[in-house]
Structure formats: C-alpha cells, structure tokens
C-alpha cells in the first residue's frame, strides 16, 4: 500500500482530494500546518471531524516559529494584496510535508489546490514557482533516498516536485511521478479549474459530508487590520514570534512619543494579551475591573503613563478618580484617559 500526506488546511478541496486516493487503496494522512495566522478560533474540533468522516488520519504540526523566522518577512516571490506571502508560505507546507514524509516513511504528497481558484497562489504561473522552491529543497542530501538524482532507478523520481500531485486538476496538469508510476490511477482525478463551485458541492452531496469549509478567508494575513499591523510593527522595530498574537487581537494604538500599546476588548483577548511578550510590559488594573494592555518596554516614561491612564479608561473606573496601576514592575496611581479623546491614538480608526 502506498502512503501519501496530504496538505489539509480544512478545506473542502483537501476532502475531496484525500477521498479520491483513499477511494484507491492509498493510505492517507492529512498534515494541517499551524503558521500562527489560521485564525483566531480554535480549529482542533473541526479538523478531527473533517478528516474522521473521510477516514484519514489527521496530524497538525507546528510550524509558527519556522514560518515566522523563515518565510513571514522576507518571501522570495513577495506578498499578495496584503501581508501574504502565499506562494512562498504554500512551498513552505510543502518542504515542512516532506520532510515529514520521510519521517513518515510515506511515498508521495499532494495538494487540493484548484487551478484559477485562487489568484495569487493558484495561477499556473504561482504553481510553477512553487514547483521551482520544491526542486530547490529536494537538493538537501536528506532527499537522496527517495530519489534517483542520476535517473539510474527508474522506481524513484530525479527531483521532488515531481512528488506533489494535485488530484482536483490532475487532468489539467502534467502527469507526476505517482501517476506515471501508476501508483495512482489519473483517470480517477479530476479536471477542476477556476473558482466555480458546482463540481465539488456536487460531490460533497454524494458524500454525504456534515463537516467542510469553503475556500479562502481564513489565513489572517490576508486580513486588512492584521496585515496593517504587522507593516506597521515591523517597519517600527525588528518583530519576534510573540508579536504574532498580539497583532491579531485588541485595540492597536500609537502613542504621542511613537510607542505601540495594544488594549484588550474583552475577557478572551485578555487572556491572549497577558502571555509574556519579552519587549512589552503588561498593563494590570489592580482597583477595577477592565482590560488588559501592552505598552512596548523601551517607550518613555511619558507613553507608559499614557498607555495606563488609556487602559484605565477603558475599564470600569470614574472620572477624576485616582487607581492604582501595573505597568510592568511599577505600580502608578493614575487617572483615567478620556476614552472618546483616546481614539486619536487608535492606528485604525
């Protein structure tokens, strides 16, 4: 029995993609790779239930601090219309996936990407850069195993690329190596272009499938309030992994001396906000209830008074009154800041 691993963000083409080779005695395997930028739900339940109504097992790898370090700020094919590095992020889950492939000891790895559905990453054009990256990793000595780089064993391919298949464009693609191998049957795949939907709702109704998502919409990156964030963080001061969770949550605010402060909206981003973050000092209301803050470590005294008295007046304090505050190591007593004169220093307004 061949193993093949599949790229499975918990979409609706990575479903119908994985059936397709299951339906033909492939085992299968779906890898959901966690950059950091999914979302900010909890996708765990969801997953398990995708991949256990069509009866592959699932593995979700983490790979936000590689993404982050690797991949997030310097794309060699750049970013879509927003902070996105599609391209560069899609060849990234490849090279993460065969890596584990050979971990896995699996023989192959595809894809459910629809040519023409996506316009940055799925051109045809964005498919051969890809293919260009994936050729690029397979040059890694790791790969001498499943590969015959001499083309002197005719059971294994000369470059890694030609490992990936893309079972819902098969038929519109070159045949891979499974498929010339016939460890794939390529008249069982299928020929699905551009961003209609009618074949694949077609097929999730046979199916019968409670569990799906529809394409596109759910990498935060291609948010417009995060990726604002995050040029404006970056072009600020050198960014670390920490950033990531505070770009996605809470108000973002630019303070009168240039500091970054980010504010709590509620209970939940208060618990994302108060993890440690090494080059930012927590802002704790100790005499009320209300949110919690980040102001950045090095902003003058100044910002971090400001900063307090803005997360003091977003809390359930009176006017004119005074509390006390934690700004990192220090307790202040402060009055809180006018809320409606507080949106000045909000970045998106």
């Known amino acids: 029995m061949k193993k093949a691993l599949a790229l499975f963000s918990g979409g609706l083409d990575s479903m119908i993609s994985m059936k397709l080779l299951k339906d033909q005695g492939i085992e299968v395997i779906a890898l959901h790779f966690n950059i950091g930028f999914g979302g900010n739900r909890d996708k765990l339940e969801y997953l398990k239930n995708a991949t256990a109504q069509v009866g592959v097992e699932l593995q979700v790898c983490d790979i936000r601090k590689q993404f982050f370090d690797e991949v997030l700020f310097e794309p060699k094919y750049g970013y879509g219309r927003f902070f996105n590095p599609c391209i560069d992020c899609h060849a990234?889950?490849?090279k993460n996936a065969f890596y584990k492939l050979l971990e896995l000891k699996a023989d192959f790895v595809i894809s459910g990407e629809v040519i023409g559905q996506r316009p940055k990453s799925q051109r045809r054009e964005a498919l051969d850069q890809v293919r260009k990256l994936v050729r690029e990793i397979g040059s890694d000595s790791a790969?001498?195993?499943i590969l015959s780089r001499d083309t002197?064993?005719?059971s294994k391919p000369k470059y890694l690329d030609e490992l990936v298949l893309r079972p819902m464009s098969?038929?519109?693609?070159e045949p891979t190596f499974p498929e010339k191998a016939l460890w794939v049957d390529r008249e069982k795949l299928l020929d699905v272009s551009g961003r209609g939907r009618s074949t694949q709702l077609e097929m999730l109704k046979n199916f019968g499938w409670k569990y799906y998502e529809n394409p596109g919409g759910g990498c935060?990156?291609?948010d417009t309030s995060v990726s604002l964030k995050l040029k404006d963080l970056s072009s600020h001061r050198k960014m670390v992994i920490e950033d990531s969770a505070m770009v996605k949550v809470g108000r973002y605010l630019v303070l009168k001396d240039g500091a970054r402060c980010?504010?709590?909206r509620n209970e939940d981003e208060n618990h994302k906000i108060a993890a440690p973050h090494p080059l930012m000092d927590k802002i704790e209301l100790l005499e009320c209830n209300g949110p919690v803050g980040l102001v950045e470590s090095q902003a003058s005294d100044a910002d971090k008074v400001l900063a307090g008295r803005i997360v003091l007046g977003y809390g359930k304090?009176?006017?004119?009154q005074s509390y006390r505050v934690r700004i990192g190591e220090k307790e202040l007593a402060l009055e809180p800041y006018d809320r409606?004169?507080?949106r000045e220093f909000l970045f998106l307004k």
């Open 92 to 94: 990234n889950m490849f």
């Open 143 to 145: 790969f001498d195993t």
């Open 152 to 154: 002197e064993d005719s």
């Open 170 to 173: 098969a038929k519109l693609l």
């Open 220 to 222: 935060l990156l291609t």
């Open 262 to 264: 980010v504010i709590a």
């Open 317 to 320: 304090s009176q006017k004119n």
């Open 340 to 342: 409606e004169e507080a």
